[in-house]
Nanobody
């Protein structure tokens, strides 16, 4: 079992920055693809960014050029650096860990979420 704990959310003004962290338990963190999702009230959950075990990254078009995902395997932690924040970025940001084993079984783990509010 993997436990994920997010931190770093808060209230920020438009144009500001935040850095989210997601700390994972376990000793096989380096094998997981890590992702950040967000969900605002009345909106569908959206994949914001992901980073594979090999370090390849993808970000949603809505945040491209503003958000960066990274990981530190030694610390079992994935980060989401959010710059140039906009009010529409307001959401609960949730960390996801996904592992596909050698028999193609997918294991998904989710954090509890951290609130990001962008408002003047």
């Amino acid at each position: 079992q993997v436990q994920l704990v997010e931190s770093g959310g808060g209230l920020v003004q438009p144009g500001g920055s935040l850095r989210l962290s997601c700390a994972a338990s376990g000793s096989i963190f380096s094998l997981y693809t890590m992702g950040w999702y967000r969900q605002a009230p009345g909106k569908q959950r959206e994949l914001v960014a992901l980073i594979t075990s090999g370090g390849s990254t993808n970000v949603a078009d809505s945040v491209k050029g503003r958000f960066t995902i990274s990981r530190d395997n030694a610390k079992n932690t994935v980060y989401l650096q959010m710059n140039s924040l906009k009010p529409e970025d307001t959401a609960v940001y949730v960390c996801n860990a996904r592992h596909t084993n050698n028999w193609s079984r997918i294991y998904d783990y989710w954090g509890q979420g951290t609130q990001v509010t962008v408002s003047s």
